[in-house]
């Protein structure tokens, strides 16, 4: 039988918000996260009860995160200040935003495997499958994702990043 909607979004929150700000950055990942998990509860009823929920949901949230950056690009608008302040909920290290831009600047199959398997956790096999490639370039994608951040990013080797 499968849990009530409500314990799947209690279980899985957090990683789909985590991969939502890996793929768009802080300000845009709560509007994804919540079309997300608006999706899938119009589809859960269907989904079958083997079916990987982590998965299923990471990859909602990639295709919420192609239509943000569809519409920004369509409809880019410049502010000079932002009207709150985004919670910390779900940045890796809380409050240690110049590794969250250190993600956010990394090529874009670098950051989607690095997403995928340091924040939502995800086999290179699960990886490869959301990606449309093979295991071995998804793993490669986070190898090179990873050196990238060692090289850029002081605080890497600090932080917890290993493969």
Known sequence: MKQP???????????VLRVCRALLG?????????ETFLS?????PDLPETANVEAWLVTIARRKAIDVHRATKRNAVAVEALPETPSDLGVPGGDDT??????VRLPDKQRQAI?????????????AAILGGTVDAA???AADGLNTLRKGYPGAHAKGASS
């Open 5 to 15: 909607f409500e314990k799947v979004v209690a279980r899985h929150g957090v990683t």
């Open 26 to 34: 802080v300000h845009d990942a709560d509007d994804a996260w919540s």
């Open 115 to 127: 997403t995928y398997r340091y924040l939502a956790g995800m086999s290179h096999a699960e990886i």
């Open 40 to 44: 899938a509860l119009r589809a859960y």
């Open 98 to 103: 110049d590794l969250w831009d250190a993600v």
């Open 139 to 141: 793993r490669r994608a």
